[in-house]
């Protein structure tokens, strides 16, 4: 799984296009001042017409991504075609305001002085750094991914930047359902079952919280004892339909409690909700393990 949010270059522009921060993760530079003094006039432009939408330019190979605060002041993110915007939107947010808040009065210099804002680069690797994890655990999610709440996660978040607030108001009522059914238990499958919402919209309002760093997920991998005769006499008393009870014999050899839904579904060459199907029809004797994507690392507010 992809862990590189595929960044290449951040930079920060005052109004009038005038650089005063440069970040590259490639030791070199790409955006220069003739293109950072087009991209400030575009923006102009679009303010100009009303057009708020116009967040980003397409070049071969590469893309711009800007995020532009009511001051005029510019961020620039130059990644790599295929690159995460969802994600890439909200760290490119972030960076705008932790940048803000620290050189709040450098910013508003009539000549501002480029070795005052160079010691940020340790709060953007700081940052890349996070959600690099992030990254890996959105990239993970799936209908077999069992999502938990990070409540002191949440309740930081909530004190800090009312977090519960705005995520009703993207989300409303279904969004509350989302995460009053997180408990550490049901997958992403079992909760839109529950609350009768389709698996997509589940996922979305999912990695929304994951993207905020308030939920972890852990991946179900299954686990049956391959030689065990009660088992067998157990699938004879339940009487398994005989396309279930062939399926299952395939597979339980790989139900170790290793491999996942997902990865067992395709060696199989069968859709991973056909093996849950079957899987979740023998009850009890199917061991659950929960395995976590990755240990997230503490969130940074």
Known sequence: MDKKLKVLEFMVLKSGGVPVFHYSTQGTEKLDELLSGFLSAITSF??????KSVQSLTFEGSELL???LPDNTLFIFLVETGASKKILRTILRELATRF???YESEIKMDVPIKELFMSFETEVREVFTYYEEILYITSSLSSFVVPSIRRDVLRELNEKEGFIDAFHRDYGAVGTRILDSIDGKKSIYEISGKIGLLEEDTSEIIEYLSISGVIEVSKMCPQIGTNDTRFDAYLDLIGLPRKDYQLLQRARSFCTGEKTVAEIADRLSVT?????EVLTKLGDSVNWKLVKVSGLPQ???
């Not at 679009?46 to 057009?51: N, P, S």
């Not at 991973?272 to 849950?276: H, K």
Request: charged letters at 45%; hydrophobic letters at 35%; a negative charge.
């Open 46 to 51: 679009a303010t100009e017409f009303g057009e």
């Open 66 to 68: 800007y995020e532009e």
């Open 100 to 102: 803000m808040k620290r």
């Open 272 to 276: 991973a909700e056909r093996l849950y």
């Open 299 to 301: 969130r940074i507010i």
